[in-house]
């Protein structure tokens, strides 16, 4: 079956520690996308990439990091500069920009 | 730059009531525009799209939006409510550049 990984489910790290969320599609889909959710502000961009090798800032980049080597892989590094990482972390991928986006399970990450 | 309100952040009906969840977007060219439904702890699944073709889209669920351009809305409705109908549902439309514009979501709740 085609579709979007995330893991893990749920995701716990001490303050001050950098975590790395995974996000992997079989769908052969160019572009993928990381948002964050927090309970009523809906979903914020934080990084997206239109190519392999390639990726720009959402509205929130500030304290996280990604990379695109794989077409299929796309992770998101949620480091320490990060003030308040406690959120539901949303990873999708779309045929191309504008294009209907398709969503990953999530990952609920604490920060203790 | 694009831009969509969800009128509403909560809205509750009785079980085999009508659902009317609103949309409204501003854009200077014709949009695509989505409907998103996400239940708890998971992604977004989507529910239907709008691309220029039939302004009466239908999707899944029985859910259905119609496109009026002279008001710029976009909403969703259902002739009758089900209790598995509970979640929260997103508006979002296409910036024509290289993402989607999300609403800030409507809770729906079912009541028996």
């Known amino acids: 079956d085609g579709g979007i990984t995330q893991s893990p489910k749920y995701l716990f790290r001490k303050e001050g520690q950098n975590v790395t969320l995974s996000c992997e599609q079989n769908?052969?889909?160019?572009?993928m996308y990381w948002y964050r959710q927090d309970p009523g502000q809906g979903l914020r961009l934080i990084y997206y990439?239109?190519?392999?090798?390639?990726?720009q800032k959402g509205d929130i980049a500030e304290g996280y990091s990604v990379s695109r080597e794989k077409k299929e892989s796309f992770p998101l590094t949620v480091t320490s500069a990060q003030k308040n990482p406690t959120a539901f972390y949303l990873c999708?991928?779309?045929?191309?920009?504008?294009?209907?986006?398709?969503f990953g399970p999530g990952t609920r990450l604490t920060v203790l | 730059a694009q831009s969509v309100t969800q009128l509403g952040s909560h809205v509750s009906v009785s079980e085999g009531a009508l659902v009317l969840l609103r949309c409204n977007y501003s854009?200077?060219?014709?949009?695509?525009l989505f409907w998103y439904v996400q239940y708890p702890n998971q992604g977004l699944q989507l529910l239907l799209k709008?691309?220029?073709?039939?302004?009466l889209v239908k999707g899944i669920n029985g859910f259905e939006a119609e496109f009026k351009k002279s008001e710029t809305s976009f909403h969703l409705t259902k002739p009758s409510a089900h209790m598995s109908d509970a979640a929260e549902y997103f508006c979002?439309?296409?910036?024509?550049?290289?993402?989607?514009?999300f609403g800030t979501g409507t809770r729906l709740q079912v009541f028996p």
């Open positions: 769908l052969n889909h160019d572009a």
């Open positions: 709008y691309t220029s073709a039939a302004t």
């Open positions: 854009s200077s060219v014709p949009p695509y």
């Open positions: 979002a439309v296409s910036e024509w550049t290289d993402k989607l514009i």
């Open positions: 990439s239109q190519i392999v090798n390639d990726f």
């Open positions: 999708a991928s779309s045929i191309g920009p504008s294009t209907e986006q398709f």
